[in-house]
T-cell receptor, first 110, second 114 residues
């Protein structure tokens, strides 16, 4: 059973527009959420996180929104840049281990 | 800070052979994780250690898989015997003890079992 789900395998966006990546989770014990970005032949790198006591966290062009009642979080990238093209993983923590979604491939077209 | 170091980067082996993947975590990190990435399942947690002690190995697929952490600077993931369905990218990651500390990943080992 997948506790963290990213239902969109891929997303294509025009440069300068907003990219919205979505993630759903099922385990109510998750209280910390993260997004990672992965380029080919490299390991995932940490991008942004949010605690369950917040509903929004912003870092430059990246904003993560958390809707606890819906068990849903999203990552907004604005404006999108070609260098943002990568695989984005959503992850959730129960205090010890991190559970990842299957990833969404983002392509930003110039 | 050299980051998490994994070796080898690529491993090609025949079915039935033993495979050993290696990981050196970031110095000072108390937690070490082994993940496997496949197209179908994304990033799966296999096992994690805290202060060299295995805490949760519920993600290890079968008895053919085993992991050790003999000291704070080294861990191995062994598959014996290997099977074609074990083909995947295996990542090692480490983090500090702080609950909110993010994971730092190595660049992975791409394993191909023919």
């Amino acid at each position: 059973d997948q506790q963290v789900k990213q239902n969109s395998p891929s997303l294509s966006v025009q440069e300068g527009r907003i990219s919205i990546l979505n993630c759903d989770y099922t385990n109510s014990m998750f209280d910390y959420f993260l997004w990672y970005k992965k380029y080919p032949a490299e390991g995932p790198t940490f991008l942004i996180s949010i605690s369950s006591i917040k509903d929004k966290n912003e870092d430059g062009r990246f904003t993560v929104f958390l809707n606890k009642s819906a068990k849903h979080l999203s990552l907004h990238i604005v404006p999108s840049q070609p260098g943002d093209s990568a695989v984005y993983f959503c992850a959730a923590s129960d205090g010890n281990k991190l559970v990842f979604g299957a990833g969404t491939i983002l392509r930003v077209k110039s | 800070d050299a980051g998490v170091i994994q070796s080898p980067r690529h491993e090609v082996t025949e079915m039935g052979q033993e495979v050993t993947l290696r990981c050196k975590p970031i110095s000072g990190h108390d937690y070490l994780f082994w993940y496997r990435q496949t197209m179908m399942r994304g990033l799966e947690l296999l096992i994690y250690f805290n202060n060299n002690v295995p805490i949760d190995d519920s993600g290890m697929p079968e008895d053919r898989f085993s992991a050790k952490m003999p000291n704070a600077s080294f861990s191995t993931l062994k598959i014996q015997p290997s099977e074609p369905r074990d083909s995947a990218v295996y990542f090692c990651a480490s983090r500090q003890a702080n609950y909110n500390s993010p994971l730092h990943f190595g660049n992975g080992t791409r394993l191909t079992v023919t």
